[in-house]
């Protein structure tokens, strides 16, 4: 059941919903990242060649203060003091990758796609808590949550996707979006509308065909409650375990969707060989049979050895972190 019984007093305060909201992102990045059975995932035991356990924490510990700064705006939306259009979500979308990367040696990092997802659902959630007295020990309603993300994107202005093209551009390389067209890459958005008003919501939905993260932030996070949160629930109702939860989530979203991180890394073929694999692990079972478990294994070992380069549902990640980041708002607990 949701909320621990030996919960903390809470004092309904601003305060209280930024530390609750920002202490879920953390965690859930977290969670994610120790649990090792993800296939093709990166956790404490499966190490990237290029991004290690070490980088993986400076991501965590620096989702921190955007999720802070963000919940507040939230708050103060719901609460009539600033208008959606001034939440700026781009700007701290940016300025959090922007400070992130000083805590690394390289140039890379691993926070912009859960960034991107968690942003607008954490102006929604808090403003959903500021509508409930700012008593966080309280489940939320996720449909509304997610219709008053949609707002602050839709109401999200120009200058929010200029700073999130510059944080795309410094942290994406131009290879992962493929398009027929060799100009069109993520600053053709902005040049198609230079000279109008424009929205993050018009951008996603710009983007939405060939980058998962984009059609969940203009299609009201869709494949996240559908597929991760749904499938999240079932599994922790029956065996109460965080992290066996969180395989079969990330597992069935692998089967649900194809990952487009892997399709733009190594192409439709393999994103679609993957997505079947994953079909294969969900019908066996997943983490409930042990011919699933097995069948874990061997998506794990082929993600891992068939190529040069270790093949990472990233995509499928983030919209894990995403789910697993409601259900830590929603109270449900390690």
Known sequence: MPFSKISNDVKGKVLDVQLYISQCAVLAHN??????????GASFRNEFK?????HFLIGGTNLYSPIFGLSKRGILVAENHLWYEDAEI??????????????????????????????????????????????????????????????????STTEDCIYLTEAL??????????SDKEEDDFNSFLEIHKHERTNLHEYTNFYKGRDLIFHELS??????????????????????????????????????????????RFGNEIASYVNKEAKEVVQAGGVFTDG????????????????DTQINPGTTADITATTVFLALLQGYRP
Do not use: C
């Open 169 to 178: 551009n410094k942290s994406v390389s131009e290879k992962l979006l493929p």
């Open 219 to 264: 299609h009201k996070y869709q494949i996240t409650l559908k597929y991760g949160y749904t499938t999240f629930l079932r599994a922790f109702e029956e065996n109460q375990d965080f992290r066996n939860s969180i395989t079969q989530t990330y597992i069935t979203l692998l089967s649900e969707k194809r990952d487009t991180h892997i399709a733009k």
């Open 292 to 307: 699933g478990k097995t069948k874990i294994k061997e998506l794990d070992a082929y993600l891992r050895t068939s190529q």
């Open 90 to 155: 781009g700007f701290f979308i940016e300025r959090a990758l922007e400070r992130a990367l000083t805590w690394y040696k390289g140039s890379g990092n691993t926070i912009l796609g859960t960034l991107i997802m968690f942003a607008p659902i954490t102006l929604g959630a808090a403003h959903s808590f500021a509508h409930e007295g700012m008593k966080t020990n309280t489940r939320l309603n996720l449909d509304n949550v997610v219709y008053i993300s949609e707002q602050f994107l839709k109401n």
């Open 50 to 54: 290029d991004t290690k356990t070490e």
């Open 31 to 40: 969670l994610l990242y120790a649990t090792d059975s993800k296939p093709g």
